[in-house]
């Protein structure tokens, strides 16, 4: 049974840092494209960033780019989201997702319960 569980929401004044992370159970993240997505209040759900293949390609939304980095560490099956510089605009909720990418596993999609973020002074 496959498991996405999200950890390191909170509130954080502009400018501050946060580090989400999603562990895995159930799959291996090499062969899945795993990606977080965010849902700020009254919009639709968006890509922010991703990472896949075993060479670990990364892309990021153009709002984020230079401001937060993906990340895996496939031995603790563990996906992270460093987030810098924040912004009001990066409250949201932020979902972990994991899209199979590999023979076998291509109709696979899941997703995490989500973990808020809330940036405010």
């Known amino acids: 049974q496959v498991q996405l569980v999200e950890s390191g929401g909170g509130l954080v004044q502009p400018g501050g840092s946060l580090r989400l992370s999603c562990a895995a159970s159930?799959?291996?993240?090499?062969?899945?494209?795993m990606n977080w997505y965010r849902q700020a209040p009254g919009k639709e759900r968006e890509l922010v960033a991703g990472?896949?293949?075993?060479?670990?390609?990364?892309k990021y939304a153009n709002s984020v780019a230079g401001r937060f980095t993906i990340s895996r560490d496939n031995d603790k099956r563990t996906v992270y989201l460093q987030m810098n510089s924040l912004k009001s605009e990066d409250t949201a909720i932020y979902y972990c997702n994991a899209k199979g990418d590999w023979v076998g596993v291509r109709d696979r999609n899941y997703w995490g319960q989500g973990t808020q973020v809330t940036v405010s002074s």
């Open positions: 159930g799959l291996t993240l090499t062969w899945y494209a």
């Open positions: 990472i896949v293949g075993p060479a670990g390609s990364t």
